[in-house]
């Protein structure tokens, strides 16, 4: 089946400093989709990706979806106190509804 | 405001008591997804609803069920829980929204979860 790899699994940064995380499925997909999980919360989605190449910004966060729609990233430029929390990258199949999890990039940010 | 909604937020049952999570929607979704989530790791798919018609996921142990009286309600049984069953229990739902490619087609929506301790 499907499968989504994340890495780094865990990322500390000084404040300030920038910080990426990577996604790669087995598959390629129809779409990919970031969520944010802070301490104690739920995920919370962030963004969708379905173009070949696509690049989207919030603010200082950076999505990108690789031509061939099987590896994505997320970049946070000059990191914050508040962006502290955990990342996941989640791929959609072609035709299908489920999301597929990576497992997470775990981001402390120390001030 | 439109949401997710999880009751309770906290639950302690013990060894092999029977246990039973709810979730309600305000959304108007045609899908329900059930999700266990343990320390530091990734969702995990246990089963969802399309409307009326239940997918289980074929490693979700059947001490395990769902129920999906109407589309705003959801419930998660677990039928003998054991210590390994402790966790996060996320409810999600989204709204496939006709065309495969067009966004918002997998977005899906979270509620807070229930964080089951088992005694």
């Known amino acids: 089946g499907q499968q989504v790899m994340q890495i780094p699994q865990y990322q500390h940064v000084q404040e300030g400093e920038d910080f990426t995380t990577y996604c790669n499925s087995s598959t390629t997909l129809s779409n990919i989709q970031w969520y944010k999980q802070r301490p104690g919360g739920h995920p919370v989605f962030l963004i969708q990706l379905v173009k070949s190449g696509e690049v989207k910004k919030q603010k200082r966060l950076t999505f990108q979806f690789g031509e061939a729609k099987k590896n994505s990233s997320l970049h946070i430029t000059a990191t914050q106190t508040t962006d502290v929390g955990t990342y996941f990258c989640?791929?959609?199949?072609?035709?299908?509804?489920?999301?597929?999890f990576g497992k997470g990039t775990k981001l402390s940010v120390i001030p | 405001d439109a949401m997710v909604i999880q009751n309770p937020r906290y639950q302690v049952t013990q060894f092999g008591k029977p246990v039973t999570l709810s979730c309600s929607q305000t959304?108007?979704?045609?899908?329900m997804y059930w999700y266990q989530q343990k320390s530091s790791q990734a969702p995990k798919l246990l089963f969802h609803?399309?409307?009326?018609?239940?997918?289980n996921e074929a490693d979700t142990p059947d001490n395990f069920q769902s129920r999906r009286p109407n589309t705003s309600f959801c419930f998660l049984d677990i039928r003998s829980p054991g210590l390994g069953d402790a966790a996060m229990y996320l409810c999600?739902?989204?709204?496939?929204?006709?065309?495969?490619?067009?966004?918002?087609?997998?977005?899906?929506?979270f509620g807070p979860g229930t964080r089951l301790t088992v005694l």
């Open positions: 989640a791929g959609g199949g072609a035709g299908s509804y489920q999301l597929t």
């Open positions: 959304l108007n979704h045609n899908v």
């Open positions: 609803y399309y409307d009326k018609d239940f997918n």
């Open positions: 999600a739902t989204s709204r496939p929204s006709g065309g495969r490619d067009l966004a918002g087609w997998h977005t899906q929506y």
